[in-house]
């Protein structure tokens, strides 16, 4: 299987105006990827693929999650993965983020060096239930603590908001509730956050709607992150619409891997690959290698047995649904 298999020099660098000269991309496949396969995948193929990503160029990969294994049962090795790759952030090559949902999440992830967390809530009643078992007050309340005490210890501290711009059992949800619990995270000491497109049925106009709300609110551009999820084939031109705006972080998925266990209308993450393929097109530094990352989607997908989702994996692999 080659490596890089794109035409030479495509896609062709066309800068456009008013984009961001240099996009983050917070890799999420490890952890937000792996949590919705039905298989477990083993601890070692998780820091393998973690290490392959790191050396891809991605300078952020979120490794795991400290919930509860009964509720997640696919991350239930955190505390052996993460001594496995911490010497990827110690060495500064990378940040290896950590999901925690409260303060016994948080007690696990410190007592292991983590340097960086995520905090996670919802935007609606409906999936707060399904996913926290708690009303969206109640589950403010629990995160609060957790973001002091990591603040207090010096991590750096994420805040994921779930279902930004619709419910699977809601329908739409008002930008101005979103805002309201964007501020309230925000207010509690959150570093960034990333504005949740769980069931992948944002549009461009409902991006930039909401990103210019929360600028109205105090929440500023540079703090701000989105994750598209590509269930209607939105995730790249909501993307476009985000950068058109100035957000400079952009959660992705090697593979396009991931979804959603608590909401079944949820399909793959954004690709990372289709991702930079754009970022690459319009001239866009990631510091991503393509070649490199592509070879481990693909890789992985090995693992898991079945074909990578991502359209770019495919064409710079030659790989395809068929052949696999």
């Not at 992948?200 to 992150?225: F, K, S, W």
């Amino acid at each position: 299987m080659t490596t890089d298999a794109r035409p030479g020099g495509l896609p062709m660098a066309v800068p456009t105006q008013d984009l961001p000269p240099r996009v983050r991309i917070y890799e999420v496949g490890a952890r937000d990827g792996l949590q919705n396969e039905k298989a477990v995948v083993p601890t070692e193929i998780k820091a393998e693929f973690i290490r392959r990503l790191a050396a891809a160029g991605l300078t952020t990969v979120e490794a795991t999650s400290f919930v509860h294994p009964k509720w997640v049962p696919q991350l239930a090795d955190s505390e052996q993965l993460f001594p496995l790759v911490q010497d990827l952030e110690g060495d500064k090559k990378a940040r290896l983020p950590v999901l925690v949902p409260n303060d016994r999440g948080l007690d696990r992830a410190l007592a292991l060096g983590a340097r960086s967390i995520a905090v996670f809530v919802s935007a609606t009643e409906s999936f707060a239930k399904a996913n926290l078992n708690r009303t969206m007050a109640e589950a403010l309340a629990m995160s609060e603590p957790v973001v002091t005490r990591a603040r207090e210890q010096k991590a750096h501290v994420r805040g994921y908001l779930s279902m930004c711009f619709g419910d699977p059992w809601e329908g739409p949800v008002p930008i101005a509730q979103v805002v309201r619990t964007a501020k309230a995270l925000m207010d509690m000491g959150c570093d960034e956050l990333s504005l949740g497109d769980t069931i992948g049925v944002a549009t461009p106009g409902h991006v930039l709607a909401l990103l210019a709300e929360l600028n109205e609110e105090g929440v500023p551009t540079d703090r701000i992150g989105v994750h598209f999820h590509d269930t209607y084939g939105q995730a790249l031109a909501n993307t476009l619409a985000a950068l058109q705006h100035g957000v400079r972080t952009v959660d992705a998925s090697a593979g396009g891997l991931g979804g959603c266990p608590y909401a079944k209308s949820a399909t793959g993450n954004l690709a990372t690959e289709d991702l930079v393929w754009m970022l690459d097109g319009l001239g866009i530094e990631t510091g991503v290698d393509l070649g490199r990352l592509s070879a481990t989607s693909a890789w992985m997908a090995e693992q898991l047995g079945r074909p990578s989702p991502s359209r770019t994996v495919r064409a710079l692999t030659g790989t395809s649904h068929q052949e696999q």
